[in-house]
């Protein structure tokens, strides 16, 4: 593609001034929401605010009930042109807040079977009012817009509760992505490694896939002062866990990609003489690349299976793929860096390293292109690498970072549908 930048759109200044002036309704919307945060599939009350919000400003279609608790709205311009998609995640998470906030959560509810606090650690509730902020910006340009917006609300981004579909592959399976089919999506996340005003961006690879991988070790019971008894599936797992961490360092190619295989939870025996039948792990895998990840799978199970086998233990593996590897389409990142430069300013627009954590943003780009960027919420003069992280008790959210991410997403959707035909499409 050329590498020629976009010109600015030329509704640029409009929705500046737009950006502006919704400003403290963007950080108002978020202390409400930031106070009553919903867990995943259960953001009922999220979901009502978004969609009264979006009739208001005369949406030419609501659908809500979406995934459950989701909510699609399109926004047709007054001019004729494309269709893009542009996401925010409401979903909160069972952490106890911490933040010293008028607004804290004070929320309690049940998740998996327990009672737990509930807060918004991730940063969605900023998503959701830059999204509503983004609405009402585009919305209140609608006669010119050369397009049609879709704003696309997802629950249960951080896995809906045990036994339950959710996210955003319940909202595709639901035709969030069809009549109509966007170009391309947007999305954003909040991030505290980051300093206000600052925008993040990596084309390609840019946050892991995800996996659960669960693992039996089958032993035999006998009493602690007579392993010879029965077979001892504590030595055999300590030996599993060791030998998995061989994968990633001894077996996978890590010039071209990073990977990581985590155990994170090991249960097994009730006292000190007698030794168990089985112990359960539990654990992760991340990847940046999706032969490297079913490579990996393999691996894990072959490597734990043989390792349990040489104590004459059973093993039993089973992993859960979760979250597909999210991949910035490389054209539309380029296509896009311009307006993010635009928005933020050039310099304060930066390349960043991969993430391991995972998005299921990387769903909705299997189906269409998509980019998904991050916006800095740590307060200047703070450093970003030292404050309470995203999903922490105590992470904090910066609101005057907020406007940037309604600017930088108002104006990464106008330039996508202004942009020629022939640019867009090598996207
Ligand atoms: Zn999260
Ligand atoms: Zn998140």
């Known amino acids: 593609m050329s590498s020629q ?6 509704l640029a200044s409009a929705i500046d001034a737009g950006v502006a002036a919704i400003e403290s309704k963007v950080i108002a919307w978020r202390r409400d929401l930031h106070q009553h945060p919903e867990l995943g599939n259960r953001e009922f009350r999220t979901a009502g605010i978004v969609a009264a919000h979006l009739k208001a400003l005369r949406f030419d279609d609501v659908r809500t009930e979406v995934a459950y608790t989701g909510a699609v709205g399109l926004l ?11 996401r925010a995640d409401m979903d909160a998470l069972p952490v106890d807040e911490q933040v010293d906030v008028p607004f804290a959560s004070k929320v309690r509810a049940q998740w998996n079977g327990e009672e737990v606090g509930v807060m918004h650690a991730c940063g969605h509730d900023a998503h959701v009012a830059m999204l509503m902020g983004v609405a009402e910006v585009l919305a209140g340009l609608r006669e010119r817009l050369p397009g049609t917006v879709k704003f696309i609300f997802q629950p249960a981004e951080e896995m809906p509760p045990e036994g339950e579909e959710g996210g955003a592959q319940l909202m595709i399976k639901q035709g969030a992505l069809e009549n109509p089919r966007p170009e391309a999506i947007f999305g954003l996340h909040i991030t505290s490694r980051l300093p206000t005003g600052v925008i993040g961006y990596r084309s390609g690879p840019v946050m892991a896939s995800s996996d659960t991988l669960r693992i039996s070790v089958l032993g035999r019971q006998t009493h602690g002062a007579m392993p010879w008894a029965g077979v001892d599936p504590i030595v055999a797992a300590a030996q599993v866990v060791l030998g998995l961490q061989t994968i990633v360092s001894r077996q996978i190619d890590l010039t ?10 090991i249960k097994g025996g009730v006292r000190e003489n007698i030794i168990p039948d089985s112990v359960e792990m539990r654990g992760t895998i991340r990847s940046f690349d999706e032969a490297m990840r079913d490579d990996i799978h393999q691996r894990v199970k072959d ?46 627009v930066m390349l960043i390293p991969k993430v391991s954590g995972s998005e299921d943003f990387s769903f909705f780009q299997h189906v269409v292109p998509g980019l998904f960027f991050f916006v800095g919420v740590t307060p200047q003069g703070q450093d970003p690498l030292a404050v309470a992280p995203n999903h922490s008790p105590r992470f904090f959210v910066d609101e005057t970072a907020l406007a940037l991410g309604v600017r930088a997403m108002a104006h990464v959707a106008c330039d996508f549908l202004e942009a020629p035909a022939e640019r867009r499409a090598l996207a």
């Open 76 to 86: 047709k311009g007054g001019v004729p042109g494309p269709v893009i998609a542009l």
């Open 256 to 265: 071209r990609e990073p990977a990581v295989v985590t155990i994170g939870a």
């Open 303 to 348: 490597t734990a299976v043989n390792i349990a086998k040489a104590s004459r233990a059973g093993c039993e593996v089973c992993i859960s793929k979760n979250y597909p590897v999210t991949v910035n389409d490389a054209e539309l990142t380029a296509l896009m860096l311009p307006t993010l430069q635009r928005a933020a300013g050039a310099e304060q």
């Open 5 to 10: 930048p976009l010109l600015a759109s030329s």
